[in-house]
């Protein structure tokens, strides 16, 4: 079992950026898929980036290049960098090793003026 802990979260007005990090409790060498999900009050989980061991990264239409997903495996770390952010970006930002079934806490990031 690896936990997974966000941090970075906060309140931003729009056009600004935040970077989200995931501290992985052990080794995320092996773990093919990781990505990060966030939920808004209201409405239901959704996928916001996800990268593979090999680097290869997918993003939700809504973030396209806005956000950018890494991930650092000597340091057992994910990121997420955020610009250009939105109101509708507010929500709770989970960390995610999801085939694994390994889910942060989450850390929430509000975007308003």
């Known amino acids: 079992q690896v936990q997974l802990v966000e941090s970075g979260g906060g309140l931003v007005q729009p056009g600004g950026s935040l970077t989200l990090s995931c501290a992985a409790s052990?080794?995320?060498?092996?773990?093919?898929?990781m990505g990060w999900y966030r939920q808004a009050p209201g409405k239901q989980r959704e996928l916001v980036a996800v990268i593979t061991s090999g680097g290869s990264r997918n993003y939700a239409d809504s973030v396209k290049g806005r956000f950018t997903i890494s991930r650092d495996n000597a340091k057992n770390t994910l990121y997420l960098q955020m610009n250009n952010l939105k109101p509708e970006d507010t929500a709770v930002y989970y960390c995610?090793?999801?085939?694994?079934?390994?889910w942060g806490q989450g850390t929430q990031v509000t975007v308003s003026s």
């Open positions: 995610s090793a999801p085939t694994r079934g390994f």
């Open positions: 052990g080794s995320i060498a092996n773990i093919y898929t």
